[in-house]
């Protein structure tokens, strides 16, 4: 899922996401309900309709930016008191204004509200996050339950009901025949997805993994990593993790990661995965291709006529040089990072359908 924070990829028009194939792209919570504002997002008939963009949409909770973005934020049993980073307002979410946010905005997917346990943490401030996040999976899913025909987009009608949103806003989209995504009547709701945390502590991994199944959610997600631990340490919460979660159900592991290890978690099981790096790489003229990382602003490349990737199907490795590529990264033109994240998200998208056709062929 490439990362659309305020609604927009960085750079990337969303005919041209449709063109790479995107088939999902996430926002941030926190950042919509700061600007424009989930109200306003509401009265403009929900996200999709917005920004324009008929396929599929997931919102964090605002829990991550929240924890990320605001060193001075107050934690208590009811939410998290929080100081906006535009103009340094308080605000709250608690579980139920994060569901209520998520469904004002009206993604397809949406994210129980979780608190992010920091690294390095003690044992018992691991639990005592655990627990916290427990007793707010329950909250974020009883608020969904009650409110969530509030979504911008729910069916006016029983024949409605049987149709996906996404066939409904997305005239490219196929009812009949093939469809993807499974039976049709499932799509024509918001989801929940429950989100593990623990901390580093594999036990604390799987009871939370246990209890949040107990809560009961159609996907579940893994949260809690990236947040400054090594990487070997990443993958040993992935690997011990993802075994206490249902493989039936989509697996998300949240905020990863380099082509190589975005690799590595597909084959552990994972089914989705977020990262702002093929995009804000981009922007910093690091570019992922078939020979490994490029640093287009190296001089090294002034005068090389060669593609970026000879191996990339994508239009800018189609139609220019790297000398142009590092000549508008050099000259700071927006064409350079407009250019360098359509190829860096055709990359990361040929990552994953390789992933999915190694998958079929089994
Ligand atoms: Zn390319």
Request: charged content about 25%.
């Amino acid at each position: 899922m490439p990362v659309g924070t305020v609604a927009s990829v960085k750079g990337v028009s969303q005919d041209i996401l449709e063109d790479l194939g995107v088939q999902i792209l996430l926002g941030n919570t926190y950042h919509l309900y700061l600007r424009p504002g989930v109200e306003q997002v509401r009265k403009l008939g929900g996200l999709h309709k917005f920004m324009s963009w008929p396929r599929a949409i997931l919102t964090d909770s605002g829990g991550f930016q929240v924890f990320s973005l605001n060193e001075l934020r107050k934690v208590t049993e009811d939410g998290v008191t929080f100081r906006s980073h535009l103009d340094g307002s308080s605000h709250v979410f608690t579980p139920e204004s994060a569901m209520a946010a998520q469904i004002g905005l009206g993604a397809d997917i949406i994210m129980a509200f979780d608190e992010c346990t920091e690294h390095p943490a003690d044992h018992a401030r691991m639990r005592q996050s655990m627990e916290l996040t427990l007793r707010w999976a329950e909250r974020s899913k009883k608020y969904f339950e009650e409110h969530k025909h509030e979504v911008p987009w729910a069916p006016q009608n029983e024949q409605e009901k049987q149709i996906p949103r996404s066939a409904r806003n997305d005239k490219s989209y196929s009812i009949s025949g093939s469809t993807p995504g499974g039976p049709i009547s499932e799509g024509a709701k918001q989801s929940l997805f429950g989100i593990v945390q623990g901390g580093m502590d594999l036990a604390l991994r799987k009871e939370s993994a246990e209890r949040t199944i107990e809560i009961g959610f159609p996907g579940y997600a893994i949260g809690g990593l990236s947040v400054g631990e090594p990487r070997a340490l990443t993958r040993e919460v992935v690997e011990s993790t993802i075994q206490h979660l249902p493989a039936d159900k989509p697996r998300y592991l949240m905020g990863v990661g380099t082509p190589e290890e975005i690799v590595e978690y597909a084959k552990l099981g994972i089914d989705m995965m977020d990262c702002v790096l093929p995009t804000r790489a981009a922007r910093h003229g690091l570019l992922f291709t078939s020979e490994g990382k490029i640093s287009i602003k190296q001089a090294r490349y002034i005068g090389d006529k060669g593609p970026l990737d000879p191996k990339c199907g994508c239009k800018v490795c189609a139609r220019y040089s790297r000398a142009y590529l590092r000549h508008l990264y050099a000259s700071n033109e927006v064409l350079a990072q407009v250019l360098n994240t359509v190829h860096n998200l055709s990359f990361y998208l040929d990552t994953m359908r390789a992933v999915r056709h190694s998958i079929a062929l089994g």
